[in-house]
């Protein structure tokens, strides 16, 4: 599966943005999508994930009931909606996909490119 994520941005601290993930093959609807971000000077973590069924998320401690992820797999899409943005939430975000796995663990299979959000004070 093939994933380009897009949506990125730059936006005042507050402010929110609308993260989409666009994945292509026919099994995208089988597959848990992640997002991942990293900031400058920092390792990759994770900030999401959703798992094909729909019914499963997870979400990293620093972005819980800040940030919404969700998919529509007739679309193979998947979104990350981010609310009351803050300067530390600027980062490179990533989505990928995987068939199997710990939804919060960087061992996905397949990656999208990077899309950048910028959080101004």
């Known amino acids: 599966v093939q994933l380009q994520a897009s949506g990125g941005g730059t936006v005042q601290a507050g402010g929110s943005l609308r993260l989409s993930c666009r994945g292509s093959?026919?099994?995208?609807?089988?597959?848990?999508v992640g997002w991942f971000r990293r900031a400058p000077g920092k390792e990759r973590e994770f900030v999401a994930a959703i798992g094909w069924n729909i019914g499963r998320t997870v979400y990293a401690d620093s972005v819980k009931g800040r940030f919404t992820i969700s998919r529509d797999n007739a679309k193979k899409e998947a979104y990350l909606q981010m609310n009351s943005l803050k300067p530390e939430d600027t980062a490179e975000y990533y989505c990928?996909?995987?068939?199997?796995?710990?939804?919060?663990?960087?061992?996905?299979?397949?990656w999208g490119q990077g899309t950048l959000v910028t959080v101004s004070s």
């Open positions: 093959g026919h099994s995208f609807s089988r597959y848990s």
């Open positions: 990928a996909a995987q068939s199997s796995g710990v939804l919060s663990s960087p061992t996905y299979g397949y």
